[in-house]
């Protein structure tokens, strides 16, 4: 598979310039940061259904990188791949064809998250 | 309460127009609204699920119309209030203080919905 | 009908605050009004068909003002409402669902121009 | 002028709403909007400069509540109409025409606070 | 020139995942994808005003392989050089100076959809 | 550092893209670059301040080229580290989390311009 490695560099990369912005003294970046962590978490909706609502939201916003995070996460909490492409699906109708790339691309990344499970 | 009848006029308007737009003889629009029910039925996710994605979706996209729709149906599924902070706080922070606005108005619909129960 | 002033009034703001706007002495905005002027005019396209252009990108970019506006141009060139609604499925297909409401708006903001003729 | 009481209005229903918000048990969101507050508190950069950062931010968002919310702190830092239109251009050629409406309701908000001095 | 074969690796990347995502069980995306080939064809307007209206769209809202592949399409349609200028300067004026690398890179794309021909 | 040549390939590639652009025959776009020049220049704010708004506006629509090109002005114009760090937290604040991975990219691309210095 062409893509084999994209995960493991993905959250490479992500993980090296992450420790350098919170390695900086910015208290806003370094909080926002602690937030996005928290945001997550288990409450009254448990956090598999977060991370598929952060998921969407990276769909229909077109952020290629918050989408292959939320990826990740959503396999680590079992979404399974006939769920994966209903969220597709909501993701097209509500933010139109120009979701296709993104939906090629998070596909090939799912792919290769099956593949290592 | 001001907006007592804000959930009653945006119904009645937005059923209106959906009329005068299925009523002309477009079939991809038509075929389009009729995909939009679709995308929404349970599957391998159940439709609450998929109304809090699409409701989600509206908010980090800052679709006011939208956001009322889903919040509409959202209540109709049984998502609770503190389910609906978990999920403002989602679109806030995947979408920045730019949703702020929208959480307000969001949260005054979700008010006059759960006042009419 | 309801909204049978919504162009006149329109019409009549959007005026008015360009006056100010232009009556500052700052270059760039009356450069950049003078420009989006230029944009419009007949080239290797028609008028007509850039007026299309420029309303369809208003249209997925969600910004109601400017769709009004193009509405208004496309009225002026001639472009029917069978054309009209092919415009809003290129729309609505390329931008999705959260192109609908706008999709209401213009159609009713087109009934009037119609009705006007 | 006609819009002589948007200012007033605007800042009684954001500052309503947002106790609401801030009344509920929701730490991300509680947290989110300390943080907001502290973003723009002098640093590196003075309150001021931190101000126009965020006004043109919402400008080319086109985030009609934040323009004005950030036109008030402007105001209040003391920006000149001179320096407002300066960052009005950048915001009209950065994000494009679909910005002008906002520009022409951002004047017509502003005139309303400078009258208000 | 050194991207001569974009335009194949686009082609053969988005054949094959889109065949995956067709080859799922997912009916709403298959449905989508149809609608998506309904919206251009030939109808109150020709396919060819409908691409350009397609691209421009595509334009404005940034999205880089829906730009290829329109451009693709109006290379097929016989869209002129000139005129896909004007449609640039189109996109350009209504989206902003944001829409200038997407300029860069669309013209790269079309000169070799120029040369193949 | 991996990307050591960043900075030199995406200059070189800009210019000769613009070339190309000017080179055209399309006075709305060649009247654009030169606006686009102008609305930077020295006038009721200094450029550096206008730079900063330029980068900020980059940043919230998450267009990579354009933080680029404004990360390497405000490097000219003296924009110092922790003053950078104070954009992104604004940036970040305003846009979301969407915003992170163009601050990676960002402070990537920063520390290319500040080693060169």
Redesign the interface.
């Known amino acids: 598979m062409e893509n084999q490695k994209e995960v493991a560099e993905f959250n490479a990369?992500?993980e090296k310039?992450?420790e350098?912005?919170l390695g900086?003294d910015?208290?806003?970046?370094k909080?926002?940061f602690n937030?996005?962590t928290?945001?997550?978490e288990d409450?009254?909706?448990p956090s598999i259904?977060?991370e598929?609502?952060?998921f969407?939201?990276?769909?229909?916003?077109?952020?290629?990188?918050?989408i292959k995070y939320h990826l990740g996460k959503c396999a680590d909490f079992g979404v399974?791949?006939?769920?994966m492409?209903?969220?597709?699906?909501?993701?097209?109708?509500?933010?139109?064809?120009?979701?296709?790339?993104h939906?090629?691309?998070a596909?090939?990344y799912w792919e290769e998250l099956m593949a290592a499970k």
């Open positions: 990369y992500r310039m992450n350098k912005i900086s910015n208290l806003v970046l909080r926002l937030l996005d928290n945001t997550y409450g009254a909706l259904t977060k598929m609502l952060g969407v939201a990276s769909m229909v916003l077109r952020c290629g990188d918050c399974t791949t006939p769920q492409f209903e969220i597709f699906a909501v993701a097209n109708i509500v933010g139109g064809t120009i979701v296709i790339p939906t090629r691309r596909l090939g």
